[in-house]
């Protein structure tokens, strides 16, 4: 087996590792090693890993136990695994294209998501995640004065609501999408935090994916902080443009990155799995 290696990707996050087969059990040093490399680049891609589902659900549990996914069907036969599936016949929107960190609604969102590729297309697809340390770190005083100390109300209710994006089946795609009045539920958490492994801190979800405003503010008070948060949060100096291929894992730290999906491959089928991972 070659030694693990860590090849960051030159942008604001992200890193690929090698020379780890995924689908064998792991030695306690090297989980170590992914775990630090997991924590310093925020989102790390691992190509070439032929695995099963087992396979797939044996390896994110190295990093915590499962999430709860309250909006998307399990493919059959599992609990823990959900399919990101556009065919290639979909005209539906595409799925997930603002930037966002997944299920922040929740009072225990997960921490990280590892998403597995199954069928990738020959174009387009790619997925962009946004470094919310950086982002914070270099917001201008002006705007931080305006935001600090800020608790942000998240919500699902604009995707998975019977009135949000996916209560109307056309946009459902290939997605096995469960639309529920769970959605209209609210869960505040403070905009800017400290990470709960490293400390270092960042803006925790997007603005107008899940958080929809402010405690103390109104919806009209809010929208135009908002709309500035979310110019700020997705610019281009804290992203970094993840491009797959078939049997590629990813897995990112939703504490620390935002992401959102590219469209770009019209025609051909698109297909991932997915399973969130909670700390602890
Ligand atoms: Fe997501």
Redesign the pocket.
Known sequence: MPKLAIEPSGQACGATVTGVDLSQPLAASVVDQIRAAWLEHHVLAFPDQKLSSDEFERFAQLFGRFGDDPFFKPISGREHIAAVRREASDTSPIF?EVF?S?WSFQAQPPAA?LLYSIDIPPVGGDTLFANQHLALERMPSELRSRLEGKMAIHSAAVGYAPDGLYGDPKNHGSMDIVVSEEAYARQSHPLFRAHPETGRRAIFSGAFSYVIGFEGMTDDEAKPLLLELLAWQSREEFLYRHQWANDMLVMWDNRSVL?RATGGYEGHRRELHRITINSG
């Open positions: 997930a966002h997944d998501t992401h």
